[in-house]
């Protein structure tokens, strides 16, 4: 009897271990969708680049360096890769990529009905790229859609963080 009375305990002991885990999942998961939330309704958020998928045929690829779009209330610095056709090369072969800052710029930021946001920004004071078109799920996954004036559009896929305050 003392026997049964041990396996029961043990198992009733761990049945509360598992409920308390799940609890602590789904509460640490509310608190990042929060963090996003605020993030996103600020304008003060990094879109981490991890993937780039071209338009041309060339395969995906995963990025090893730090690509990333640093968005605030009144600036934009992008710095991503391009991979693919441009119509114009660029006079300076250092800016390659996808590489500027923007001050002047429109941002229009929608809720989704399922959740996360779609974000468009176009700025106005680039020589090539036209529209920014940003996907963000409510735990912080984003898609980037770049179009440009010269180049085939191209889409990244990456992660929003917030930014690192330099000391």
């Not at 026997?3 to 509360?16: D, E, F, M, R």
């Not at 969708?33 to 395969?59: C, D, G, H, M, W």
């Not at 992008?78 to 429109?106: C, E, H, V, W």
């Not at 090539?128 to 996907?135: G, N, Q, V």
């Amino acid at each position: 009897m003392r026997n049964v009375q041990c396996k029961g305990i043990a198992v009733i002991t761990l049945l509360i271990a598992l409920f308390s885990n799940e609890l602590y999942a789904q509460k640490k998961q509310e608190n990042k969708e929060l963090a996003i939330e605020k993030l996103v309704t600020a304008r003060n958020y990094v879109f981490k680049a991890q993937t780039v998928l071209p338009t041309s045929p060339t395969a995906n690829r995963q990025l090893t360096s730090d690509y990333d779009v640093r968005i605030s209330p009144d600036t934009i610095i992008t710095y991503l890769p391009y991979f693919g056709r441009a119509y114009n090369a660029p006079m300076d072969p250092t800016k390659g990529g996808i590489q500027f800052t923007s001050t002047k710029f429109d941002y229009t930021q929608t809720e989704r009905k399922k959740g996360g946001w779609d974000i468009v920004i176009k700025p106005h004071d680039t020589q090539d790229t036209r529209l920014m078109s940003f996907s963000i799920s409510e735990s912080g996954y984003a898609s980037l859609q770049v179009i440009s004036n010269n180049r085939q559009p191209i889409m990244f896929n990456g992660y929003i963080t917030e930014k690192k305050t330099k000391k």
